[in-house]
């Protein structure tokens, strides 16, 4: 029986030392090169050998390892670990508000970056901010930049007699709750009961939760102005500066008068 030759305990470490060589013709070979989609691959040349370090951009978050090392194993080299995944970081579906919508479709996807607006209903008005994003603060779970708003009831354009908006091409048909209107008077109008106050009076009113306004301002006449203070009937100003029963009376008088003269004129045409 043959023995194998045995190495003299010097040449065991050298040959421990050749195996970790790599063979002749194994220089120059590396691992593929890595691209990661929506990340950024950060290389490190070690001792033991390369090392690729894993991170997503912003809005990103990572699924899978950290790094990864390229090992050489006699012809070939290969990374260690599998490529990582950067996945757009998701948010909850925006929420619903009562008397009002959002401009998301119907089973639609919300990630970093994902916006929506609402609005509300005829007749209430937007109170908060109108439009929500998808954001995130530890870059791993999505969340809405805030609240969404809500939709209250609002005020309906006033109607004032003898006066009109400081800011008329502002003038519109709903106003959102806690809104101010500035008014003034037409010419020759006030809002002071005192006669003797300029007519450059001004007042406001304010929208109010419930839909009302503030107390609504009278025009009244000034004692020293020549126009008439209008008196409304079925729509129409058909006076000025008479009560509406005084008025129909008048009326009654005046056409009984016209009568009676008509009459004398046939009489003298006999």
Known sequence: MVSAPRC???????????????????????????????GRVDLTDLRSGLKATFSCNEGYRLIGTTSALCKVARHSANWDRRLPLCQAIPCRPPPDITHGFHNALSGEKFSFGSKVTYKCDQGFSLIGVASIHCTTKDNITGEWS???????VGCQKPDMQNGNPLKALDEKMWYSVNETIPFKCSPGYQFSSHSHLPATDRSSITCLADGSWTALPKCTKQSTSGVCEMVPESREFTECGVPLEELRTLLEVRKLYLEIEKLKQELKSQ
Request: one cysteine or more.
């Open 8 to 38: 003299p305990p010097g040449a065991r470490g050298l040959l421990a030392l050749l195996l970790l060589l790599p063979l002749p013709g194994a220089r120059g070979i590396s691992c593929k090169p890595l691209e990661l989609e929506n």
């Open 146 to 152: 805030g609240s969404a708003p809500e939709c209250k």
